[in-house]
């Protein structure tokens, strides 16, 4: 007979609640204190006390079950319902209506779609400043402008879009927190703009999404999912080739990308739930219990990346594991905004100077997403020629 889930390794919990304070202050350290347990125990999932049930796993076993099987492990119920800004559309859509779902919007966010966008996202991207800066700052505003670009031809009030990203980035709860008021203006914004593209079509995501049903609040919802995420991977990436300058050529930017989004993947957790009791190397996950998966464990596990703590990009000469590389989730549920995300990623980039690393501290900071823990100063290194 199977056993039940409090057999799972487990770290060291309060007994009056459990996990959540050390969720709540490092959430980190606690899920690689629990996925050192497991291992020693020959598991690749241990269980947390987070209000409810809860099972981590980090293999690629289970990164393939959880990320294929939709129809246990539903999205309906997880962390992403706790967020306004990720609680709609096919993001919170589960099996059977994702895949048909999916299927419409795929074109749209299609990498050919794309690539008629790639001049309008160069054209929003700003000169680096002269002197020192925070990368993390200044990727915050390039990263708006592009995403004003690409969805809405730079048309969206600039104030009323910083207004609205800015929450994203900002500590629990507030991601959280209902904002009714702001929520409106935005949805009267992008009426606007989409009853102006109704008249005259533009060559912009807005447009291409305006025949899909629910487009307003796929517009709403992907450009929430786009901005945080892409903006925490731009500025590492900026602070690691001012570390190692060698890496910032055209032929190594893909590379440096996929390094820095294995070391700090944005979505470093990512939640369901169980629809069903579920078998798993003889233990009963029961139904409704939290399954989560966790991109920034796998992408770490020194069982399947050498060297798995360092900044090496050169490792992308061969494939990765399968399974164990997941900064964009996978399976049917990849995430919507891949091609968007890199080919921003790829522009700024490729725009920018060599740049030398100043000071900052870039240890990982979890909140919505992975981010640093404080600012990443850098600047153009001496002799580089100003734009």
Known sequence: MPA????????????????????????????EQGAELARAAGQDV????????????????????LLSDLPTFRSAGSFSALVPYLAGGVIVTDAP?????????????????????????????????????????????VVQGALNAAYFSGEFDPELLHAFLAPLRRPF????????????QVRREVQRLARQRVLAPRSD?????????????????????????TTHALAYALWHLALEPRWHTPEHHDAVIREVLRLYPPGWMGSRRLGADLHWQGVTLPRGALALYSPYLSGRDPHLWPQAGEFRPGRWAQSPPA?????????????????????????????????????????????????????????RRAGDVPD
């Open 4 to 31: 039940a889930l409090n057999t799972l390794p487990s770290p060291p919990a309060d007994r009056h609640v459990g996990h959540l304070l050390a969720w709540a202050q490092e959430p980190l350290a606690l899920i």
């Open 205 to 229: 995501l807005l447009s291409a999404l305006l025949a899909l049903p629910g487009a307003l609040e796929e517009t709403q919802v992907s450009l929430a999912a786009a901005h945080d995420t």
């Open 323 to 379: 399974w164990a590389y997941l900064p964009f989730g996978g399976g049917e549920r990849t995430c919507l905004g891949l091609h968007l995300a890199n080919l921003i990623l790829r522009e700024v980039l490729a725009a920018a100077p060599r740049l030398q690393a100043r000071w900052g501290d870039a240890r990982p900071h979890p909140g919505l997403t992975l981010g640093p823990r404080g600012p990443l100063v850098v600047q």
């Open 173 to 184: 709860p507030a991601p959280m927190l209902p904002r009714p008021l702001l929520f409106r």
């Open 97 to 141: 209506r994702h895949r048909e779902r999916r299927q419409l919007l795929n074109p749209p966010f299609g990498a050919r779609q794309l690539e008629g966008l790639r001049l309008r996202v160069r054209l929003s991207v700003p000169a680096v400043p002269q002197g020192p800066f925070d990368a993390l700052a200044w990727a915050d505003g």
């Open 46 to 65: 241990f269980a947390l006390g987070l209000g409810v049930p809860a099972v981590v796993g980090f293999s690629p076993a289970w990164n393939r079950r």
